[in-house]
């Protein structure tokens, strides 16, 4: 059952400082990757997330103007690589700051193939891979909701975490 609920508020927040206080938020950084062989992109999220766990859901959300968001949508699949402290370099290549685009974002680190056909990170935290089971468009993001079909758990101690405009570790000890 869906509830829609209707809220306009009489005066909308500014972005800028929307922006601000999402920033003091700190989430978790993942790398979400999909496609295959030349047509491989990914970006770097704080946004994903356990939906539910009976059934293992996945749920990330990812800007529309992202190479990765036709990506997804068309190959029906995606990984979540959570990142360990030691993949600060594969976060800011996956970022696209630096210009690297689509399956160039690759190099430099060792990737698997998943049998959804995404790649996940050898040396990450945890791999989950995920069959796209719901998109739900909502204002600039979709909301995409993935079945998990596979989980890698690598070794490692301290995630990647960021907030308040900069990463940072937090030990899983």
Known sequence: MTVTLRHVPQLAPEVATFKDAMRRLVGGVSVITAG???????????????????????????????????VIRREGHFCVNILDARHRHIADRFTGRDGVKGADRYEGARWRQFSTGAFGLEDALAVIDCAVEEILERHSHGIIIGAVQ????????????????????????
């Open 36 to 70: 295959t062989g030349e047509s491989r992109t990914g970006l770097t999220v704080t946004s994903a997330n356990s939906l539910s766990v009976d059934p293992p859901t996945m749920l990330v959300c990812v800007n529309r103007i992202a190479s990765a968001w036709l």
């Open 150 to 173: 596979a989980i890698h758990i690598g070794a490692g101690g301290e995630a990647l975490v960021y907030g308040h405009g900069r990463y940072r570790t937090l030990s899983l000890d």
